[in-house]
């Protein structure tokens, strides 16, 4: 059994529930953050080692709340994952300082002040950060650009906080995602069903193997990526795609 104290952003679906699950049935504790009430209390209900925290990714105050909360409840802090994300498709024809802004606030700016307000714990434990990516934060697309954007600069973070935290005994590494069954699409991205219909049939036909992922097989390497078999490993993006970034 593991007793590590594990801190995961967006845990109320998808990618985020999946790896939270994950991380308590090896033994470690986690708190997982997200905004809806109800979303979470069944995260929290799934497994006796996660507790839950209504807390917004971009915000500053909710940052320095998450990491005292886990504190509070566990007197340490071992890993920081990053997974809560904004999206859009959103052409540059329909781009505004708003809907730009949201995106990068929760994707760049939420990131750094989760890292920054964790770092005396992380450095008292030599723990790890894990940002969670996309393929599109290293692969063109269009209409995606400004999502695209915000996950290349959280890649690019990955890499420096790398170099940065090295001294101190911390690794920061990122899993990069691709398309995945989860409420993404109807969710960050706005879309409607069918809208979303259509767009996992364009993505199954792009992905060389053949099909989306599953949240557990992203949150497979979240988990190894802040845990001791990593342990010689820092400033990596592990994509994991079904080899979308290659077609
Ligand atoms: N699914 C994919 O195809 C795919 C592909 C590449 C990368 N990713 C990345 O994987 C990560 C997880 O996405 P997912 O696919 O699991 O999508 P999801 O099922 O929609 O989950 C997104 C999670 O982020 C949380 N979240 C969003 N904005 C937040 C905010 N401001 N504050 C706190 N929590 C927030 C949501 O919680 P609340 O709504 O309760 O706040 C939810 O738990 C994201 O970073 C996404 O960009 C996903």
């Not at 557990?216 to 342990?231: F, K, Y």
């Amino acid at each position: 059994m593991n007793d590590k104290v594990i801190i995961l952003t967006g845990g109320t679906s998808g990618i985020g529930r999946a790896a939270a699950l994950a991380f308590a049935r090896q033994g470690d504790k986690v708190l997982v953050t997200g905004r809806r009430p109800g979303p979470l209390e069944e995260t929290v209900a799934e497994h006796p080692n996660i507790a839950g925290l209504i807390a917004d990714a971009a915000s500053a105050d909710d940052a320095r709340r998450t990491v005292a909360k886990a504190i509070e409840a566990w007197g340490r802090l071992d890993a920081v994952i990053n997974n809560a994300g904004a999206g859009a498709i959103l052409p540059l024809e329909d781009a505004t300082a708003d809907r730009i802004a949201d995106i990068f606030a929760v994707n760049v700016v939420g990131p750094s002040l989760l890292a920054a307000a964790a770092l005396p714990h992380l450095r008292a434990t030599r723990g790890a950060i894990v940002n969670v990516s996309s393929t599109y934060g290293h692969k063109p697309a269009a209409g995606l650009s400004h999502y695209a954007a915000s996950k290349a600069a959280l890649e690019h973070l990955t890499r420096c906080w790398a170099l940065e935290l090295a001294p101190l005994g911390v690794r920061v590494n990122a899993v990069a995602a691709g398309p995945t069954e989860s409420g993404a699409l109807t969710g960050m991205m706005g879309l409607s069903d069918e809208q979303a219909a259509a767009v996992k049939e364009q993505e199954r036909a792009r992905i060389p193997l053949g099909r989306r992922g599953l949240p557990d097989e992203v949150a497979g390497w979240i988990v190894r990526l802040a845990g001791p078999a990593t342990q010689w490993m820092t400033g990596q993006i592990m994509t994991v795609d079904g080899g979308l970034e290659l077609a």
